[in-house]
């Protein structure tokens, strides 16, 4: 028996829809059952974003500097709206094969940032404070910047695209997420629908299996080591 050489599987949202109302053990009959199953996967992709890094999420982004300023806003373009902040570095001599560097950026916490001084001493900055705000957040260097030829160069987790209207747009996750946006889907609808009562715990237990599979497979594959000494 020959296999397929097809690996061309790509249900769009409104399939993916039908499947997890299947699994709810209900049938899609009308326009609002589709708005209704969308707005849950906007929800549960928000949800998402709370439960740890999902790496097709993870974007890069740079700024130059301005000398004297030390606030500045993360991108905020849809649809690549900021969530949270990674990583920070400034680089200098950008472009130059020879000389170009990056060096870390410490984050530093809200109180930390407060209790410094002299906020507006000039230097090559050495700390970040990120503070995440409604709409948008704000990266606070110190010192400030008094190079404008440095840049700050930031990773950030994006928030996942909408699911769109109609039911014919892709969704905004990796095929290995689907299995685990079915079955929350599937467990979102059973609690909007009375007569899906019975399969809530049921679907609950399968949503976070197939959730956890594909968390754990979604993650960085780098080695670790321990070596022993440290400081003296």
Not at 37 to 54: C, T, V
Not at 164 to 171: E, I, L, N, S, V
Request: hydrophobic share 35%; net charge negative.
């Amino acid at each position: 028996m020959a296999t397929s050489g097809a690996v061309s599987f790509s249900p769009d949202v409104g399939e993916l829809v039908e499947e997890a109302y299947e699994r709810a053990g209900l049938q899609m009959v009308s326009g609002y059952d589709l708005r209704t199953a969308r707005r849950s996967i906007d929800l549960m992709l928000m949800e998402w974003a709370n439960r740890g890094i999902n790496l097709w999420c993870v974007s890069e982004d740079e700024i130059t500097m301005v000398d004297g300023q030390g606030a500045y806003t993360a991108i905020n373009a849809t649809p690549n709206v900021a969530v949270s902040i990674l990583e920070a570095v400034l680089r200098t001599d950008d472009g130059d094969v020879n000389n170009q560097s990056d060096y870390d950026l410490a984050r530093i916490s809200r109180s930390t940032f407060m209790s410094i001084p002299s906020k507006l001493s000039k230097g090559r900055p050495t700390q970040i404070y990120v503070d995440r705000q409604q709409g948008e957040i704000k990266m606070n260097l110190w010192p400030v910047p008094n190079d404008v030829t440095q840049k700050l160069v930031y990773t950030y987790i994006r928030r996942m695209e909408d699911s769109g209207p109609g039911g014919t747009y892709d969704p905004d996750v990796p095929d290995r997420f689907w299995p685990a946006l079915v079955a929350g889907l599937a467990y979102n609808i059973a609690l909007k629908k009375p007569e899906a009562g019975q399969r809530i715990q049921m679907l609950k237990q399968v949503y976070d299996e197939q959730f956890q599979y594909a968390a754990e497979e979604d993650r960085e594959k780098a080695p670790f080591r321990l070596y022993p000494g440290g400081y003296s």
